[in-house]
């Protein structure tokens, strides 16, 4: 796969692979493929979105795994399809418990083209004081749940849930929105638990012989996704306080 996309770019310049397609798992649901790349090389990142998942599951420690068909379909263009989180703001200001707001992003595209995208949120109706609302890539989402949320690689329990994390990875063509709260919450044996009572949270405190407390300061209230049809780079963060 490698070579034949290699052998399709430009010996120099930019070029672009949407890669859409899927693997036919035999007693099982199938693996799914859809991402984009672009940029002075992107046949590597193409050809690796599609390797690395198959890799993964034939080595999986649970079962042996039968592909029984594999159907790609790669759209090839020598133009650049990337764009840059610019800005992010809030359609209005007020906002409140229960209320459903509308976040507006911008984007630049590679020729500086501005792209509007837009989404609505739902607070919950529970939330108190101030909200983050962060707007950010796939890359830039993990780095930060893995800094600040703490969040470790999922150990999975076999095949059928392998698949689902697979299927789930996340994309360069799409931007990944969060809303957050800061608030005491902490990592129990691999499970991160919200919002916890400070009672709570100083008897776990007390006891971290075991090894399996960790204290969080953040918490995610709400999680979507904005797809596009470029391969998006940029992080953005909003404060946003709450009205009663």
């Known amino acids: 796969m ?8 430009r010996e120099n310049g930019i070029a672009s692979y949407a890669v859409h397609g899927s693997a036919r798992i035999k007693n099982h649901a199938p693996l799914a493929f859809e991402d984009l790349f672009s940029g002075d090389q992107p046949s590597v990142g193409a050809a690796a979105s599609v390797v690395t998942p198959i890799n993964v599951l034939l080595r999986n420690s649970f079962e042996d795994v039968e592909i029984d068909a594999l159907t790609l379909d ?44 837009s989404l609505p949120l739902q607070v919950p109706a529970n939330a108190r004081g101030s909200l983050s609302v962060m707007v950010s890539d796939g890359v830039r989402l993990s780095q930060w749940e893995s800094r600040e949320l703490q969040v470790q690689p999922l150990q999975t329990r076999g095949v059928p849930q392998l698949l689902q994390v697979l299927n789930s990875a996340r994309r360069n063509n799409r931007l990944y929105v969060r809303l957050i709260t800061r608030d005491g ?51 953005r963060t909003l404060t946003v306080p709450l009205e009663d």
Do not use: C, H
């Open 74 to 117: 790669i759209q090839a263009s020598e133009q650049a399809r990337s764009a840059t989180l610019e800005r992010v703001w809030l359609d209005g200001t007020r906002v409140k418990p229960g209320s459903t707001v509308t976040i507006k992003v911008l984007l630049r595209s590679y020729r500086g083209e501005e792209i509007m995208k």
């Open 2 to 9: 490698l070579n034949t996309l290699t052998s399709y770019e």
């Open 185 to 235: 919450g902490a990592i129990v044996k691999g499970e991160s638990l919200a919002a916890l009572p400070p009672s709570v949270l100083a008897v776990m405190e007390s006891d971290r012989s075991g090894g399996s407390f960790r204290p969080l300061q953040s918490a995610v209230l709400g999680e979507w996704e904005i797809p596009t049809d470029l391969a998006v780079t940029g992080s």
